[in-house]
């Protein structure tokens, strides 16, 4: 979903505010890749806009692309959710 903090996330974990964070959602349209450490581990980490259930023709669609290209490159995926919100039934499916 959107605004769930994934940027936020991928900042702190490079170490920088390298992707844009903003309460607008759909500000990440493009997947972004760094190298990130945590501790003593070091590792590339991805940010993505998310998966979003949208046309595969319109913009949030190729978004959506963008982000299942970075899903089929990844060894680790962090699901992240509003914590407020909680688990919804898009969360689920």
């Known amino acids: ?3 769930v903090g994934k940027s936020t996330l991928f900042n702190r974990l490079v170490g920088r505010k390298i ?3 903003d309460d607008l959602p759909g500000v990440t349209r493009d997947r972004r890749v760094h190298a990130a450490k945590l501790y003593d581990l070091k590792f590339d980490v991805i940010d993505t806009a998310g998966l979003e259930e949208v046309p595969s023709d319109s913009l ?3 978004m959506r692309a ?3 290209l ?3 490159e990844a060894d680790l995926i ?3 959710v509003d914590a407020k919100a ?3 039934p ?3 499916t």
């Open 1 to 3: 979903r959107p605004n």
């Open 19 to 21: 992707a844009l964070v």
């Open 60 to 62: 949030e669609g190729r």
């Open 66 to 68: 963008q982000t299942e």
């Open 70 to 72: 970075a899903i089929g």
């Open 78 to 80: 962090l699901f992240l």
């Open 86 to 88: 909680g688990i919804t």
């Open 90 to 92: 898009t969360d689920v």
